[in-house]
């Protein structure tokens, strides 16, 4: 059974820096790429942040240079550092994994969602 689980959620203030964790069990994490997306309050589900099998890296222009996502195959495991929050960060953030085997096969999972909000 394949699970996504993210952690590191909560209340931070505008500035402030959070770490989001995901752990993953029942694939090999070095299979997969990598995102973290996010749905801020009445809006869509967005693209944060994604890193690919082999650690190239895309980021949102929104959270570009104040976000990082970083991979540890050797955990099975996914970060999103956050720095220098703002208001607009606000969101339940998802764990996904993605995988292509070609020929129109593909596997998709996802996390149960972790909520950040920035508040003073």
């Known amino acids: 059974q394949v699970q996504l689980v993210e952690s590191g959620g909560g209340l931070v203030q505008p500035g402030g820096s959070l770490r989001l964790s995901c752990a993953v069990s029942?694939?090999?994490?070095?299979?997969?790429?990598m995102g973290w997306y996010r749905q801020p309050p009445g809006k869509q589900r967005e693209l944060a942040a994604d890193?690919?099998?082999?650690?190239?890296?895309n980021y949102a222009d929104s959270v570009k240079g104040r976000f990082t996502i970083s991979r540890d195959n050797a955990k099975n495991t996914v970060y999103l550092q956050m720095n220098s929050v703002n208001l607009e960060d606000t969101a339940v953030y998802y764990c996904n994994a993605k995988r292509d085997y070609g020929l129109g096969a593909s596997s998709d999972y996802w996390g149960q969602g972790t909520q950040v909000t920035v508040s003073s």
């Open positions: 029942g694939i090999m994490l070095r299979s997969y790429h």
């Open positions: 890193i690919s099998n082999v650690g190239r890296t």
